[in-house]
């Protein structure tokens, strides 16, 4: 069932793909519109567009979820799916 799936999202710089960035202070929380540094590459990611590609890839991969569920309980119900 899907109520036992965990989604776990990381931001990702746009030049290297790491994970990890330079924040000014412990607990920083960027907002819509700061520049994030790559602690990998030095670049800086514009945080609200990183935020959504990340929320997008979520969102698609909770719809692939949701369908694949839905597929198998039609079949389970005896319906013939595609």
């Given at each position: 069932m899907l109520d036992d799936i965990?989604?776990?999202i990381h931001l990702k710089c746009v030049f290297?793909?790491?994970?990890?960035f330079e924040l000014p202070y412990e607990g920083y929380q960027p907002v819509s519109g700061d520049l994030i540094r790559c602690a990998n590459c030095g670049q800086?990611?514009?945080f609200s567009s990183i935020k959504r590609t990340c929320i997008?890839?979520?969102h698609e991969a909770i719809r692939k979820d949701v369908q694949n569920e839905m597929?198998?309980?039609f079949k389970k119900a005896?319906?013939?799916?595609?």
């Open positions: 965990n989604y776990k290297c793909k790491t994970s990890y800086l990611n514009d997008h890839k979520a597929i198998k309980m005896g319906f013939k799916v595609k």
